[in-house]
């Protein structure tokens, strides 16, 4: 279907957008419904269309508003979005992760947990595949560097101590905490999620590299394994 229809008169949704720009201006975010935003991102990129019947349907597809933006592109071009769309929804994403991240860049991670926790489950709790994320600091815990190790499967993700414990040494970083998702629900540590956290900290132990903790995220919490008791000293 074609996002932009050429009009010879004043479209019916003309008055419906100043509206709702002059709601969002008045009153942000907490002034529209999750769809209305959806709209409101919608018109950018699709000028000379009724975009509420989209976003509506994005919602009634999707589930949450979060879900949409962490659709795939396949999977939004499936529900009628173009190109164009798509990039100004994957933008705003990047762009919100962006935000987070210099929350926390350079600032103390344990005095700014919260953050961190919020950080983390906003990047990888809906993700469909498990990622192996790697956050890097210094002798004053400040986080100096945030990497995804590897990508895995829906259930499977590798970890590589020694290649773990090799950019640590490249960063001349003194601790790690250890992140990755359960795209399952279950942010429950599994044996192997424990076994390979021994064997991350045992490697990384003899060279002064301390592992803060092992966050196991997903769209349902996020577990702390140093909190669990199963981070081994």
């Given at each position: 279907?074609?996002?932009?229809?050429?009009?010879?008169?004043?479209?019916?949704?003309?008055?419906?957008?100043?509206?709702?720009?002059?709601?969002?201006?008045?009153?942000?975010?907490?002034?529209?419904?999750?769809?209305?935003?959806?709209?409101?991102?919608?018109?950018?990129?699709?000028?000379?269309?009724?975009?509420?019947?989209?976003?509506?349907?994005?919602?009634?597809?999707?589930?949450?508003?979060?879900?949409?933006?962490?659709?795939?592109?396949?999977?939004?071009?499936?529900?009628?979005?173009?190109?164009?769309?798509?990039?100004?929804?994957?933008?705003?994403?990047?762009?919100?992760?962006?935000?987070?991240?210099?929350?926390?860049?350079?600032?103390?991670?344990?005095?700014?947990?919260?953050?961190?926790?919020?950080?983390?489950?906003?990047?990888?709790?809906?993700?469909?595949?498990?990622?192996?994320r790697?956050?890097?600091?210094?002798?004053?815990?400040?986080?100096?560097?945030?990497?995804?190790?590897?990508?895995?499967?829906?259930?499977?993700?590798?970890?590589?101590?020694?290649?773990?414990?090799?950019?640590?040494?490249?960063?001349?970083?003194?601790?790690?905490?250890?992140?990755?998702?359960?795209?399952?629900?279950?942010?429950?540590?599994?044996?192997?999620?424990?076994d390979?956290t021994?064997?991350?900290?045992?490697?990384?132990?003899?060279?002064?590299?301390?592992?803060?903790?092992?966050?196991?995220?997903?769209?349902?919490?996020?577990?702390?394994?140093?909190?669990?008791?199963?981070?081994?000293?």
């Open positions: 279907m074609e996002e932009a229809l050429e009009i010879t008169q004043q479209p019916h949704y003309t008055g419906h957008r100043d509206r709702l720009r002059e709601r969002f201006l008045k009153g942000g975010s907490n002034a529209l419904a999750d769809y209305e935003i959806l709209e409101l991102i919608l018109f950018m990129a699709i000028p000379r269309r009724d975009v509420k019947p989209l976003a509506k349907s994005l919602m009634t597809h999707f589930g949450t508003f979060a879900a949409i933006f962490h659709a795939t592109p396949e999977e939004l071009k499936a529900q009628g979005l173009s190109d164009a769309s798509i990039s100004a929804l994957k933008i705003i994403q990047a762009s919100s992760f962006h935000f987070m991240k210099q929350d926390i860049l350079k600032k103390q991670i344990l005095n700014s947990w919260s953050k961190l926790l919020d950080y983390v489950q906003a990047t990888m709790a809906l993700e469909k595949k498990e990622n192996f790697l956050l890097f600091l210094n002798k004053k815990n400040e986080l100096i560097a945030d990497e995804i190790q590897q990508s895995g499967t829906v259930d499977h993700t590798p970890a590589y101590p020694r290649e773990i414990v090799k950019r640590a040494l490249e960063l001349s970083a003194t601790a790690i905490i250890l992140v990755h998702n359960h795209p399952s629900g279950d942010p429950t540590p599994s044996r192997p999620d424990i390979m021994a064997q991350i900290v045992a490697a990384a132990k003899p060279l002064g590299i301390v592992i803060h903790d092992h966050l196991i995220v997903s769209r349902n919490g996020t577990t702390s394994m140093r909190n669990k008791g199963l981070l081994p000293s």
